[in-house]
């Protein structure tokens, strides 16, 4: 079956930008000819339909906001997802903003009628998705994402500085043999949280080991065969720093079972503050991140943008050290 065109398809055949296509549809006066009529060919060849987003916009301001999440497995047991979710809802709420959950696939068109403005939870494979939705001037801001290339609104956490202050806490501490399990380097705030770790350790020039820097990808499963890894070296490493709490719970879990203690042999910190780490085995010293805030500002934004009232804007918000019991001095 064949799939719908997008914009992007337009511009690529007509051999213009994704700007110059969303003039045409929108009957704008300040294309050239020429460029004109190659969109109309392209458009006519590729039965282009224009989103219905964009003709939702010319008839009036809607007041319902969509929020763009991509599809992945267990989302719903996310604890990203679901703290997004119930920021974004709540405050939706509050100021009477009806609210779309769009859980997409990357080369699902968003047609979305009687949409106002859109949310985007991340942008992975989904730029094509905010691209298009910028082209045609839609009220827009996507979050955990810094975005520099496109005039979009950003919130964002400073995920650089989160990575670095948990492994300043752990160099306090006098652990200098630190390891780190990542969450890959699909999304901006795995590789953020990477690069944090890494200017840490370089600030007090100790060296990056690469047997210590073992990729993970936000999953229990690859926490686990990371910290089996970690534990068949001949020299371990003393403190472990690892890109999400549940990866974290699941190297603490590994550790117990072969028979080692944390903190005693074994210094953890993980990042995100899940309420869940506070339960585990061992009460886990994390990194905050301000998802509940992160979510309610992007609403915020949004709203202003949808009344003409705000400019596109790129914030970045702080992390915060919480210190529980899963760190003692080496």
């Not at 496109?150 to 492994?167: D, F, H, M, P, Y």
């Not at 503050?273 to 994390?286: E, K, M, R, W």
């Not at 990194?287 to 949808?306: C, N």
Request: aromatic share 4%; glycine share 6%; hydrophobic share 40%.
């Amino acid at each position: 079956m064949r799939k719908n065109s997008n914009i992007e398809d337009v511009a690529k055949l007509a051999g213009v930008s994704i700007s110059t296509v969303s003039r045409v549809v929108n009957k704008s006066s300040t294309v050239r000819a020429s460029n004109r009529i190659c969109v109309e060919q392209a458009v006519k060849k590729l039965k282009f339909k224009p989103n219905l987003i964009a003709k939702a916009l010319v008839k009036g301001k809607s007041n319902t906001i969509a929020l763009v999440m991509p599809r992945y497995e267990g989302i719903f047991y996310s604890y990203y997802a679901l703290e997004i979710i119930r920021g974004i809802g709540t405050i939706c709420e509050s100021l009477k903003i009806d609210l779309l959950l769009h859980i997409t696939h990357p080369n699902t068109n968003l047609n979305l009628s009687n949409v106002g403005g859109i949310i985007f939870a991340e942008v992975l494979s989904e730029r094509k998705q905010l691209e298009e939705a910028v082209a045609l001037n839609i009220p827009t801001v996507a979050i955990n994402n810094l975005i520099k290339d496109l005039a979009v609104s950003c919130v964002t956490i400073n995920n650089k500085q989160g990575a670095r202050e948990a492994v300043d806490y752990l160099l306090d501490l006098g652990h200098r043999d630190i390891a780190y399990i990542s969450g890959g380097n699909l999304t901006q705030a795995a590789k953020d949280r990477t690069q944090g770790y890494k200017l840490a350790l370089a600030a007090r020039k100790i060296p990056l080991r690469g047997e210590f820097m073992i990729e993970g990808d936000y999953s229990r499963k690859s926490a686990r065969d990371a910290a089996e890894k970690l534990l068949s070296l001949k020299n371990k490493p003393t403190a472990i720093f690892v890109a999400s709490d549940d990866m974290a719970q699941e190297a603490i879990s590994v550790i117990l079972e072969k028979g080692l203690r944390v903190p005693d042999d074994m210094s953890i910190v993980g990042f995100d503050d899940n309420p869940s780490s506070i339960y585990g085995a061992v009460p886990l010293t994390t990194i905050r991140q301000p998802l509940m805030v992160m979510a309610q500002t992007a609403v915020k934004e949004l709203d202003l943008l949808m009344n003409g009232e705000g400019k596109i804007s790129r914030i970045c918000l702080p992390t915060k050290l919480i210190i529980r019991d899963s760190c003692l001095p080496r």
